[in-house]
Nanobody, 128 residues
């Protein structure tokens, strides 16, 4: 059973930065895809970025490219989402999620239904 715990959310002005952290425990091996999703009130959960834990390959949704960066620290079992140039429309509850793909599959899925493990979320609010 993989346990995920997000932290780092908060209130920031437009143009500011935040770094979200996702501490992972209980995973077996490194064949995991780690993803960040967000959900604003009244909207569906939206994919933001993903990273393959062992390969380090990443995938970001277009709306955050050039502003958000996903990375991982293997020694700390932690995945980060560095967010810069934040906009009011980035306001949402941000979730960390994980799944273990079949061996040899390197594609990073943006579909929430593919992710088996979820954290509780951390709120990000960007004021204008």
């Amino acid at each position: 059973q993989v346990h995920l715990a997000e932290s780092g959310g908060g209130l920031v002005q437009a143009g500011g930065s935040l770094r979200l952290s996702c501490a992972a425990s209980g995973r077996s091996g490194s064949n995991y895809i780690m993803g960040w999703f967000r959900q604003a009130p009244g909207k569906e959960r939206e994919f933001v970025a993903a990273i393959h834990w062992s390969a380090g390959s990443t995938y970001n949704v277009d709306v955050v490219k050039g502003r958000f960066t996903i990375a991982r620290d293997n020694a700390k079992n932690t995945v980060f989402l560095q967010m810069t140039s934040l906009k009011p429309e980035d306001t949402a509850l941000y979730y960390c999620a994980a799944y273990s793909p079949p061996y040899g599959v390197s594609r990073l899925s943006p579909r929430p239904s593919n992710y088996d493990y979820w954290g509780q979320g951390t709120q990000v609010t960007v004021s204008s």
